[in-house]
């Protein structure tokens, strides 16, 4: 039972075969767009980074887990954006880390309204550990031994917003690695088939005394169903988020931001399944984040106040 548990969910977070791993998928995906979306990197006024951790599917043997950390800002006096994004996945017997360099470009299309575009370097470490699995093919060589691999990545986006609505679009990497049955050992290539692109947005809006922000996001892969989220959140006091969510994946979402001051922001979600994987992971999934807003010229925190 446990390699078929194990199996289930690798399919849930891979494309259409086993050797294709899915990008990580977040709750929050507005707070995480600089993992999301080079071009966002920059775009605050301030120095500004998230450090997040996700256990999905608790409940279930092998399950992934992820952690990254994202910092980014803007060079003084351009319109010049750096950032730098590390992740790092445990799914099964796999574990892949990503350590990609962003810079961003921002153009002024009017007083209120700007355009951004991303460009992210780096390097994907991936491990698959075989020996953790337990097949019914004898000397599958998918499964035979251990073997790391690092190889060369690159991604791309583009940003536009406001101070009310923003616009992304994304693909934030363009390598994957692939098991090269000639060979039997995996591949750093670029396949179109497994190319992951976003596109997402928002818009914030007044209702009475609370601000409300919805936002939908779309997964787009060669070959899969589109995925997509949406989310609404409402902004109590300006210091309380709380959201509602779906994905498509039949997941409901519950989002919780508190914002302690303008410099720091802790946040947590939850998402259940209400398919048949709740049978395995009874506990759901949850994350946890503390996004921080800085500046060396001793701003007490953002120049003027963004909800994205």
């Not at 959140?233 to 997941?251: I, K, M």
Request: proline content about 3%; hydrophobic content about 40%; glycine content about 10%.
């Amino acid at each position: 039972m446990r390699i078929y548990i194990i199996i289930l969910a690798l399919v849930g977070v891979c494309s259409t075969t086993l050797l294709a791993q899915d990008q990580t998928q977040y709750n929050n995906y507005v707070a995480n767009q600089g993992l999301l979306n080079p071009a966002y990197n920059g775009t605050r006024d301030v120095i500004s980074g998230l450090l997040i951790a996700r256990s999905q599917w608790i409940g279930i043997d092998g399950s992934p887990n992820s952690q990254a950390l994202n910092v980014h800002g803007p060079i003084e006096d351009t319109n010049l954006g750096l950032g730098i994004a590390i992740t790092n996945d445990m799914v099964g017997f796999t574990n892949n880390l990503d350590v990609l360099a962003s810079a961003s470009y921002k153009i002024m299309l009017d007083r209120f309204r700007f355009l951004s575009f991303g460009l992210q370097v780096g390097v994907s470490s991936n491990i698959y550990d075989g020996t953790k699995a337990v097949t019914d093919t004898y000397l599958d060589p998918v499964f035979m031994g251990k073997e790391s691999k690092i190889g060369f990545n690159f991604g791309f986006g583009s940003y536009l917003y406001a101070e009310k609505y923003f616009v992304g679009f994304s693909v934030p990497k363009f390598f994957t690695q692939n098991f090269d049955e000639e060979y039997s050992s995996f591949k750093n290539t670029i396949d179109p088939k497994n190319l992951y692109a976003y596109l997402y947005g928002g818009y914030v809006f007044d209702w009475g005394d609370v601000k409300v922000k919805p936002t939908g996001l779309f997964r787009f892969v060669y070959g899969a169903p589109l995925q997509f989220d949406v989310t609404a959140n409402v902004l109590f006091a300006e210091r309380f988020w709380v959201g509602l969510g779906y994905r498509s994946t039949s997941d409901v979402i519950f989002l919780a931001d508190f914002i302690i001051n303008r410099k720091l922001t802790v946040r947590y979600s939850f998402d259940y399944s209400i398919n048949t994987l709740n049978q395995f992971a009874k506990y759901g999934s949850h994350e946890i984040g503390l996004q921080f807003d800085f500046s060396f010229n001793k701003r007490a925190g953002m120049r003027s106040i963004r909800y994205f």
